[in-house]
């Protein structure tokens, strides 16, 4: 009844036992004035969202972007018609079949008792600092990919035995061009906060006191950031969650 076209909606999750589904709208002209409703960009739009949702929002970016790239088939260039909701295709000639992929990545935080070390980006704003991460080639395994990317990003060696697994999380979509990724968050606990040497991949790298990666994560979500202050990625990133287990260790009063 809006008008707007959804030929291909999929299913993004459920809330409540309802199912959400997800259409893009990109260049439908209906979408600039859907009162009450507000637009915005997706990475900007996660900020404001509970957990839970964003794991939603991100898998339906992630699902819409996957069809954008995959209209023709790759093998013979005919039309593809999807299935089970949007997650899954088939060639209408050559019976091809596809299904979203995403990509593994490790994220990893080096720790030498009350003090962590993070890493500055170039691409990052003032003073915001996050976890070393990087993809696992093909071939490697969890432990492998976290001592080479140390070893690339700052220099400092690590055995594979110190390395401890954590958490996982889903994460992309919200960029246009970029695959969804896996992050496999792992710990890595060293017995001297050896210095780091910051490799062209990385601008500046520091060890952190549990303090002031404390006071960090409080002002996670402000906006805009105070350019003399200290920051880390906001709760929705896998490296605000690594970071929070890690200083609630130390402090256990916080959440």
């Known amino acids: 009844s809006s008008g707007i076209n959804a030929e291909w909606p999929i299913t993004a999750g459920d809330l409540e036992g309802k199912a959400l589904f997800a259409v893009d709208l990109s260049g439908n002209s209906q979408v600039d004035d859907l009162p009450p409703h507000k637009l915005l960009p997706p990475r900007p739009a996660l900020f404001t969202l509970r957990p839970p949702d964003s794991t939603v929002a991100t898998t339906a970016l992630s699902l819409l972007s996957w069809q954008r790239g995959n209209v023709y088939c790759g093998r013979c260039a005919n039309?593809?018609?999807?299935?089970?909701?949007?997650?899954?295709?088939?060639?209408?000639t050559c019976k091809t079949s596809l299904f979203p992929r995403y990509n593994p990545v490790v994220i990893m935080i080096l720790t030498c008792g009350d003090r962590v070390l993070l890493g500055r980006s170039k691409r990052f704003p003032g003073r915001m600092f996050s976890a070393l991460a990087g993809f696992i080639?093909?071939?490697?395994?969890?432990?492998?990919?976290?001592?080479?990317?140390?070893?690339?990003?700052?220099g400092i060696?690590?055995?594979?035995?110190?390395?401890?697994?954590?958490?996982?999380?889903?994460?992309g979509g919200y960029i246009r061009g970029f695959s969804p990724e896996l992050m496999v968050g792992c710990e890595v606990a060293l017995s001297?906060?050896?210095?780091?040497?910051?490799?062209?991949?990385?601008?500046?790298?520091?060890?952190?006191?549990?303090d002031e990666i404390?006071?960090?994560?409080?002002?996670?979500?402000?906006?805009?950031h105070k350019p003399e202050l200290l920051y880390v990625p906001p709760p929705f990133a896998s490296a605000h969650q690594l970071l929070k287990r890690w200083v609630s260790r130390w402090c256990p009063t916080h959440s």
């Open 137 to 154: 080639d093909v071939g490697e395994d969890i432990e492998t990919a976290v001592v080479r990317e140390i070893n690339e990003e700052v």
């Open 214 to 224: 404390r006071d960090a994560l409080a002002r996670s979500k402000d906006f805009p």
């Open 79 to 92: 039309p593809m018609i999807y299935h089970s909701s949007g997650r899954s295709a088939k060639c209408t």
């Open 192 to 210: 001297n906060c050896t210095p780091p040497t910051p490799t062209e991949e990385i601008e500046e790298a520091t060890w952190f006191s549990v």
């Open 157 to 171: 060696s690590v055995s594979r035995e110190a390395v401890r697994y954590v958490t996982s999380q889903f994460w």
